[in-house]
């Protein structure tokens, strides 16, 4: 579990990749003995996540603001966390794009769409996510 007191990096391998409003954060960690980083996803309360690649991660993060926050622990035995499928089709198509085996053919696929209208979907959540920390900054919330 992140701590939400320290807001540094843990050690010279860890970096922070992405720093958001709300103690929500990417780190960018170099694992020992690995060639390329991984990025793990940091929030209050929510299981860390970590991913191969930045774009995966941040679209993970703008799936977690998109739905004002949704716990992740206890998914493997449940499935897709609530709050995602509430969200709505293209909240959960980004869902979908962060867990591993699946890309952009897969999703548009299960939904019978093409993968440009996957692709809006994915635009779509993300022009929400940065909305909704636009304008929680502008609030004042930090």
Known sequence: MSESTSRSPRDDTESVYNDYILDVRILEVMPPDAETPEYRFEAPQHTPMTFDDPETA????DVYFDTNGFQEAGTGD???PPEVIQAGRD???????????TDVNWVASFYGKTPPKIERYIASVRQRAQEIRANAAEQGLE
Do not use: C, I, K, S
Not at 58 to 61: E, G, H, N, P, R
Not at 91 to 101: K, Q, R, S, V
């Open 58 to 61: 941040t679209l993970y993060a």
């Open 78 to 80: 449940r499935g897709v």
């Open 91 to 101: 909240t959960l198509a980004a869902y979908f794009l962060t867990m591993p085996g």
